[in-house]
């Protein structure tokens, strides 16, 4: 993919030309004033670094290892639902270039395509992600499902108990069911390229869900039904019943608190998230580089720690590894790559922010992605 797209912003730009207002708002936005949106960047922003000189930055190993595996980037991609509304290929294509990258990627509940069809486009370092939902044996299966495919980790959603309002959807009628508008039907026409790649696949879905509950593959009555199957009620029990369900690493996504990691380590969890979804939820939440170290000093090592939201460059990643991290997921980052230029787009989003990863921890004067200074922040 051309190398004019020299960051991440870059892409953002095209996939806001390239996509309809109501599905690019949808990958785009936040919750309600959309502070812990705006906060996941900012605070990053406001990080500076403390560089050490004359370190031999001559071999920088960006590789490490994460729940065992080596992986080369301390990336991976995070679960996302319905990334086939922004290009027909969807997670196939997201899977396919975290394949070529080096790094694992988290399949959602919710994606358009169902878990065994992108493990067979992407054999490899797959995690899929589950939402405890009010039928306990459907989510069972799911998961039983992710072990038979060959899911390498199993990562548990626990910040949904109610969905977040996000106000841009209510305005642009990206609602279930959907509500068409003129202004909405004037600003699909003026995607042209958009429409014709849709056009073949009307038919989009919810493709791990097709079967439940007696719904045919229609998004609109799967997404009616999966909404109806929040779970308030969820609690630490579900987590001890799902770690019995499950033999392979443990991942718990959507933790601010530090005594909620240490709760869900003393429940079995192999690594924790930090997470508020991407700013989606919970609007006044705090961002998750702020609270990093908290959750890091409450871990004190005994599991990995990933950071999720708000990663938008290489240096990102290397301020959150200094803070405690073991990795960073993107979510938002690879969706524009997808919209701007599909697999291709996702590539060069990883290409970007490998770059970016690379000159940081070179300048600041860090051999070993593995092996982070803990001073390479300013206090």
């Avoid at 290009?87 to 899977?95: D, I, K, T, V």
């Avoid at 959602?108 to 065994?116: F, R, V």
């Avoid at 958009?194 to 791990?208: D, F, I, V, Y």
Wanted: proline share 4%; hydrophobic share 45%.
């Amino acid at each position: 993919m051309s190398a004019a797209y020299a960051s991440v912003d870059d892409l953002r730009r095209a996939a806001r030309d390239y996509l309809p207002r109501m599905v690019f708002d949808f990958v785009d936005g936040g919750a309600e004033r959309e502070i812990t949106l705006r906060a996941n960047t900012a605070d990053f922003e406001s990080l500076r670094f403390s560089p050490r000189v004359l370190t031999d930055a001559s071999q920088v190993e960006l590789g490490t290892t994460l729940l065992g595996e080596p992986i080369a980037l301390p990336l991976a991609i995070a679960p996302m639902g319905l990334c086939g509304l922004v290009r027909p290929q969807g997670e196939l294509a997201l899977a396919r270039a975290a394949k070529a990258a080096g790094i694992p990627m988290a399949l959602s509940t919710a994606a358009s395509h169902a878990l065994e069809s992108v493990m067979d486009a992407a054999p490899g370092n797959l995690w899929f992600q589950l939402y405890i939902f009010r039928d306990r044996e459907f989510a069972k299966s799911l998961v039983q499902r992710a072990r038979a495919a060959g899911y390498r980790a199993l990562v548990v959603t626990v910040d949904l108990t109610r969905g977040g309002k996000r106000e841009k959807d209510i305005h642009n009628g990206f609602t279930v069911p959907p509500r068409f508008t003129r202004r909405t039907a004037v600003d699909l026409l003026r995607h042209p390229r958009w429409l014709a790649r849709m056009a073949p696949h009307r038919g989009q879905t919810l493709g791990n869900l097709v079967g439940w509950g007696g719904q045919d593959s229609n998004v609109v009555a799967l997404s009616t039904f999966m909404n109806t199957q929040i779970d308030p009620g969820i609690s630490w029990a579900d987590l001890d019943w799902l770690r019995a369900q499950w033999d392979l690493p443990l991942l718990v996504k959507g933790i601010l608190h530090p005594e909620d990691a240490r709760e869900a380590l003393a429940r079995g969890a192999d690594g924790i998230i930090v997470s508020n979804h991407g700013g989606r939820q919970l609007d006044g939440a705090p961002s998750t580089i702020s609270v990093l170290p908290r959750i890091a000093d409450a871990v004190d090592g005994a599991a990995e720690i990933i950071l999720d939201s708000g990663v938008r460059r290489g240096a990102d990643i290397l301020k959150a590894l200094a803070l405690g991290a073991r990795a960073c997921l993107i979510g938002k980052a690879a969706l524009y790559g997808l919209a701007a230029g599909g697999e291709a787009g996702v590539m060069r989003v990883l290409a970007i922010l490998r770059q970016e990863f690379d000159v940081a921890m070179a300048l600041t004067g860090n051999q070993r992605a593995a092996a982070v200074r803990a001073d390479t922040l300013l206090a």
